[in-house]
Every structure is written in structure tokens, then in C-alpha cells.
């Protein structure tokens, strides 16, 4: 199983970034897929995630922001981020959990900064 995420970078307060991870090994359409985030310091968290369905849940913080999506038939999950925060300057890491294990994508710095 193999996870690999890009898209992050740097941004002003109020802009915009997208974050791909593309999925292989495993039975992509079926598995809840998720985006954490961790900021120096701090324990890393949940931001949103989706089912093989299409259901999405998201961190309160992100509400209305954040849109987490997929498509199954590129094996790709996204993070469309809008009205960023200084707040949500972090590394953000794509994940799944599969025959009991955990499976991380390497994190993608996302700076928010003027």
C-alpha cells in the first residue's frame, strides 16, 4: 500500500491550495480515506475524511472551507482548501487504514503567511 500526497506550498491569508494523494494496493474505492494535519508542536489531527461512498465528515475548523473528495477510477482523493488561516499552516498527510494497519502518505507542507 502506497500513498503519495503533493500539492502544498505557501500562501497568503485568505487564499487557496488543493492537496492530491494518490492510492495504490489496495482496493481503492472501497477504503475511508482521510487528510490529518500536524503543526510543530502539536499532536497531529483529523481534518476530513471520505467514504467509499462519498460521505465526508470534517474538524469543526474546517467547516465550510475544506472540501475533501475522490475519485476512485484515478485512485485519487483531494483537499480543496479555501479562506485559509494562518491557523492551518501545517504538514498535511493523506492516510487509510487496511488489514488492521495504518498506511501514511509523506507530509506536504501547507504555509499560510502574509
Known amino acids: 500500500v502506497q500513498l503519495q500526497a503533493s500539492g502544498g506550498g505557501q500562501v497568503q491569508p485568505g487564499g487557496s491550495l488543493r492537496l492530491s494523494c494518490k492510492g495504490s494496493?489496495?482496493?481503492?474505492?472501497?477504503?475511508?480515506m482521510r487528510w490529518h494535519r500536524q503543526a510543530p508542536g502539536k499532536e497531529r489531527e483529523l481534518v476530513a475524511d471520505?467514504?467509499?461512498?462519498?460521505?465526508?465528515n470534517y474538524q469543526d475548523s474546517v467547516k465550510g472551507r475544506f472540501t475533501i473528495s475522490r475519485d476512485n477510477a484515478r485512485r485519487m482523493i483531494y483537499l480543496q482548501m479555501n479562506s485559509l488561516k494562518p491557523e492551518d499552516t501545517a504538514s498535511y498527510f493523506c492516510?487509510?487504514?487496511?488489514?488492521?494497519?495504518?498506511?501514511w502518505g509523506q507530509g506536504t507542507q501547507v504555509t499560510v503567511s502574509s
Open positions: 492516510h487509510t487504514d487496511y488489514g488492521g494497519r495504518d498506511y
Open positions: 494496493g489496495i482496493v481503492f474505492r472501497l477504503q475511508t
Open positions: 471520505i467514504t467509499g461512498g462519498g460521505d465526508t
